[in-house]
């Protein structure tokens, strides 16, 4: 599903060189290594939201750069991302933030899964409510509902557990290895979290 090849992200000052790598479909992957070693970078080249130097990134076999605009679109309903940079709009109501990507990408919400993701995050509670009232715990697992709304077939996250208590990481990594268990979504994360990469399949270490 997604092909890493000899890929370079340079900056001013240094530069960035990652090992190849292939995730397949079904896999569970967490992306390790100490603060600098460009985890998050990796994420961001994997969904374009920078470009990259040198090298390839190919997914569901086409190499990224070769997208064309509006190929790019229907790429990204195929990915679910809960990046650092991912907010819930303060406006809006839980229910309606977890339905926002159906509002930008025209489709059709599956009331089926939408209610299995909201009894599966156990957020039920919360969906009249505004992100301003949530606690942090609820609001990733709001972020999660809504990245997985349209049934992606990888879910890309960047440190998911980051500033959770013990319990919430607990919840959380339940959650991802359900839908990796029983919807069969590729799983992609970006942490320094040991009970988030002991839970995930294979390890991609970075130096």
């Known amino acids: 599903m997604i092909e890493i090849k000899n890929l370079v992200k340079n900056y001013d000052n240094t530069s960035i060189k990652y090992s190849d790598y292939k995730i397949e479909k079904g896999d569970f992957v967490s992306i390790i290594g100490p603060s600098g070693s460009g985890k998050s970078t990796l994420i961001d080249l994997i969904v374009n939201f920078i470009t990259y130097s040198s090298g390839n990134i190919y997914i569901f076999d086409k190499e990224i750069s070769q997208y064309r605009r509006k190929e790019k679109n229907i790429l990204m309903k195929r990915l679910g991302i809960m990046s650092s940079n ?26 089926s899964h939408m209610s299995y993701l909201i009894n599966k995050l156990n957020i039920e509670n919360l969906l009249l409510k505004y992100p301003m009232s949530l606690s ?58 040991k009970v988030v990469s002991n839970a995930s399949k294979r390890i991609f270490q970075l130096r």
């Open 136 to 193: 942090t715990g609820q609001r990733q697992r709001v972020l999660l509902a809504r990245a997985m709304i349209l049934k992606p077939d990888i879910l890309i996250a960047d440190e998911p557990t980051s500033n959770l208590d013990s319990e919430n990481t607990n919840n959380l990594i339940k959650c991802l290895v359900n839908l990796n268990h029983e919807l069969k979504t590729t799983i992609i994360v970006a942490t320094h979290d």
């Open 86 to 111: 991912s907010l819930l709009l303060s406006d809006l109501t839980v229910i309606e933030n977890i339905k926002l990507p159906q509002l930008i990408h025209k489709n059709q919400i599956e009331e």
